[in-house]
């Protein structure tokens, strides 16, 4: 079956350092991939996608590069602000109407 | 309207009683779908309407929870007898057609049993 597993949270950093979020698959065939944040008190938004192998999903600074060799999709960002503090979800799609999501990371940005 | 709006937005109710959440997708949405966020738990899938059917109800974790959709439109989840293990942000998405992505999330509702 389809599961997405990401780094368990959470995380802390300070104001202008690099993020790193992993994320890994597994999927019958070649899923779409998403990044999906969530502020405190709000659903879910879309981060970011990519579609195929080798595309990069870019969006407010973060970027993930989908990696078939490696089945992998992890975020990333250069430097982080405070605004960023959220969860992330790492969400697959193999081509059915549910999307597979991973348990999440909580990012803390610290000024 | 513009998102999807879930009502209501928190919800504290004692155990035994029923609960009805309340989704209105984003109009012209025909796929709209259940998640249930527990803490520490990530989403967990519940239900998934095309139109006014559920063609997949597998995801929803017992007998006591139940989801309509009338209309093409909004979508009620209810849970009858609640537990206090039914504690959760439940959250509602809609897309443009059937397996269509992304997903449109509402802001959720907290619902809370004592």
């Known amino acids: 079956g389809n599961s997405v597993t990401q780094m368990e949270g959470p995380v802390t950093l300070s104001e202008e350092a690099f993020l790193t979020i992993n994320c890994t698959y597994t999927?019958?065939?070649?899923?779409?991939l998403f990044w999906y944040v969530q502020y405190p008190g709000e659903g879910l938004q879309l981060l970011l996608k990519?579609?195929?192998?080798?595309d990069k999903g870019s969006n407010k600074g973060f970027e993930a590069t989908y990696r078939k060799e490696t089945t992998s999709f992890h975020l990333e960002k250069g430097s982080v602000q405070v605004s960023d503090s959220a969860v992330y979800f790492c969400?697959?799609?193999?081509?059915?109407?549910?999307?597979?999501f991973g348990k999440g990371t909580k990012l803390s940005v610290i000024p | 309207g513009a998102g999807v709006s879930q009502s209501p937005s928190n919800k504290v109710t004692e155990k035994g009683k029923d609960v009805e959440l309340r989704c209105d997708p984003i109009?012209?949405?025909?796929?709209l779908y259940w998640y249930r966020q527990s803490l520490g738990q990530g989403l967990e899938f519940l239900i998934y309407?095309?139109?006014?059917?559920?063609?997949?109800k597998s995801g929803l974790p017992s007998d006591r929870f139940s989801a309509e959709r009338t209309g093409g439109s909004v979508s009620t989840l209810t849970i009858q007898r609640t537990q206090q293990e039914d504690s959760a942000v439940y959250l509602c998405?809609?897309?443009?057609?059937?397996?269509?992505?992304?997903?449109?999330f509402g802001d959720g509702t907290r619902l809370s049993i004592l």
């Open positions: 109009s012209g949405h025909t796929a």
């Open positions: 990519a579609t195929k192998a080798d």
């Open positions: 998405a809609s897309s443009q057609n059937q397996g269509g992505q992304p997903q449109h």
């Open positions: 999927a019958t065939g070649y899923p779409s």
């Open positions: 969400a697959s799609w193999a081509g059915s109407y549910q999307l597979t």
């Open positions: 309407f095309q139109g006014n059917s559920a063609p997949d």
